[in-house]
């Protein structure tokens, strides 16, 4: 099985431009997280979907960010306009029903 | 928040048994207690999670307190591999929603 595929694995861009994060959970799987991890902050989660529908958008940290699931294997993370402290690893997960969650392996993000 | 506490660093020897504590005094009787790990540049991985008894699966074994106030995850015999940090999370009763502490850093040595 294929497991939870993120993409870019790295981006680099500047202070300001639109940054879109691209997660396709895997099959089957009826939830889908979207974690930041920094040094300073550790592992955060930022949002959760529950059958595409978001649940909790408590942890994004601004209006900046906006995250959306338009159908089961496909979600975004966008940040417009992006800025420095946004640089972080990003991770997706997903997880069927409240079993484990499985996570890819992340987008490193630096806004210059 | 849900909470846990768990040391930040350990060290271990090579093909020794490890055994990484975490405390969760606030616990609640419905709340499932996970373990996960992160290896260097990669994302957390599952290791396991139980409720009241004890459990074990090819990776590790979950010992959980008769009080439920704390557990200790053991690695049978480590190897480099294991080297990562571990964190110890509290799923709340159904909700599916973790709050990830700071972990512990094993560090293995050879």
């Known amino acids: 099985d294929a497991g939870v595929i993120q993409s870019p694995r790295h981006e680099v861009t500047e202070m300001g431009q639109e940054v879109t994060l691209r997660c396709k959970p895997i099959?089957?799987?009826?939830?889908l997280f979207w974690y930041r991890q920094t040094m300073m902050r550790g592992l955060e989660l930022l949002i959760y979907?529950?059958?595409?529908?978001?649940?909790?958008d408590s942890g994004m940290p601004e209006d900046r960010f906006s995250a959306k699931m338009p159908n089961a294997s496909f979600s975004t993370l966008k940040i417009q306009p992006s800025e420095p402290r946004d640089s972080a690893v990003y991770f997706c997960a997903s997880s069927a029903r409240v079993q484990p969650q499985h996570f890819g392996d992340g987008t490193r993000l630096s806004i210059l | 928040d849900a909470k846990t506490t768990q040391p930040n660093s350990m060290e271990s020897n090579e093909e020794e048994p490890v055994h990484l504590p975490c405390n969760h005094s606030?616990?609640?009787?419905?709340?499932?207690i996970h373990w996960y790990r992160q290896l260097p540049s990669q994302g957390p991985e599952y290791v396991i999670h139980g409720l009241t008894s004890n459990v074990n699966n090819r990776m590790a074994s979950l010992a959980i307190a008769e009080d439920r106030k704390s557990s200790t995850l053991i690695l049978h015999r480590a190897t480099l591999r294991d080297a990562a940090v571990y964190y110890c999370?509290?799923?709340?009763?159904?909700?599916?929603?973790?709050?990830f502490g700071s972990g512990t850093k094993l560090n293995v040595k050879p």
């Open positions: 999370i509290l799923r709340i009763d159904n909700f599916n929603k973790f709050y």
């Open positions: 606030t616990i609640s009787g419905t709340d499932y």
């Open positions: 099959s089957g799987h009826d939830y």
């Open positions: 979907f529950n059958n595409n529908v978001p649940i909790d």
